[in-house]
């Protein structure tokens, strides 16, 4: 995994090339957040095959977890980093590497800019070394905010899965691939995901998630993806709402518009705090209807509107 190959570079290279020559500003460990606090945190369960609503269902389960790991792995490296001596300083700007271990295809550098109003923008830089006269390449690019306190803080970042694989195709991971912009806000317990990504088929797929924690541990998540789900090459539009209370128990419902379709496409799915299905319907009759819809967590589809 990069995340294992970057850390085991940094620890074998900090004596020597991270030459201690002041300490980064004390907050910045606690601007840039943990990857537990940026994190969708969907219901588990195994997965499992109920006609075509699961299928949806796997799939935003996958684009999580791509997002999860994918920005997960991220933050845990800067937050490793950072816990080294600098650098180099130069005025307001840190930098931590460039670090190389001498089998690695490619180096790693991260800049941290600490502005005067006591926010941060950051960027983790990679550069090829099997291409003669690569220049380094954004990663990722954020900015982070921790003025209004511990577990408080907001900002955004940029993770570009595709530069990363440019910089380092051994070592990435092959399944992960385009941007996902980020923006959060640690008080709100708020997430807001953009999303541009191709398919399998390398088709191009646009998606979006607004996704909202509740102080118990339960959940709301509205997944946006702008793709195609069958049929022609022509593109749907669907949108899936994931309601979760903190015991498990969760209702998802869907809605497909456009493309082949020519009326919307509506379904629903709830399951119990052991993430098995209680309720199933839908207008179109992907699958037989199941269950009774009094036994759902959430008693009633709550979809935004169609766009």
């Not at 990857?35 to 796997?58: F, H, M, N």
């Not at 088929?201 to 946006?224: K, R």
């Not at 709402?241 to 015991?247: E, G, I, L, P």
Request: a negative charge; hydrophobic letters at 35%.
């Amino acid at each position: 995994m990069l995340k294992t190959s970057l850390i085991a570079t940094l620890c074998a290279t900090s004596l020597v090339a991270c030459v201690k020559q002041d300490e980064a500003p004390e907050d910045l460990k606690r601007a840039i957040p943990q990857a537990e606090q940026v994190s969708i945190k969907l219901p588990g369960g195994a997965e499992r095959t109920v006609g075509q609503l699961a299928e949806w269902y796997v799939a935003t389960r996958h684009v999580t977890r791509t997002f999860n790991g994918g920005a997960g792995w991220v933050l845990v490296l800067i937050h490793t980093i950072i816990q080294f001596p600098v650098t180099t300083i130069n005025g307001d700007t840190y930098t931590w590497g460039p670090w190389s271990d001498a089998l690695d295809p490619a180096e790693y550098k991260l800049d941290v800019r600490a502005l005067a109003d006591g926010t941060y923008e950051y960027q983790l830089s990679g550069r090829s070394k099997t291409q003669s006269g690569a220049s380094f390449e954004v990663i990722v690019d954020g900015v982070a905010d921790p003025r209004p306190g511990d577990l408080k803080g907001n900002g955004s970042f940029l993770l570009d899965f595709d530069a990363g694989k440019r910089v380092n195709p051994i070592d990435s991971d092959p399944e992960a691939r385009g941007q996902v912009d980020v923006h959060y806000d640690l008080a709100a317990r708020h997430l807001d995901l953009g999303i541009i990504s191709t398919n399998e088929n390398n088709e191009p797929v646009m998606a979006n998630y607004a996704y909202n924690e509740t102080l118990d541990g339960g959940g709301d998540m509205v997944f946006n993806v702008d793709g195609n789900a069958g049929g022609t090459m022509a593109q749907e539009q669907i949108t899936l709402r994931s309601r979760w209370q903190s015991n498990g128990m969760g209702r998802a419902d869907a809605r497909l518009t456009g493309g082949d379709l020519t009326s919307s496409a509506i379904a629903s799915e709830c399951w119990d705090g052991g993430f098995k299905r209680t309720y199933y319907s839908d207008n179109v009759s992907f699958a037989p209807a199941e269950g009774d819809v009094a036994d759902c967590a959430f008693a009633a589809a709550d979809l935004p509107p169609a766009n």
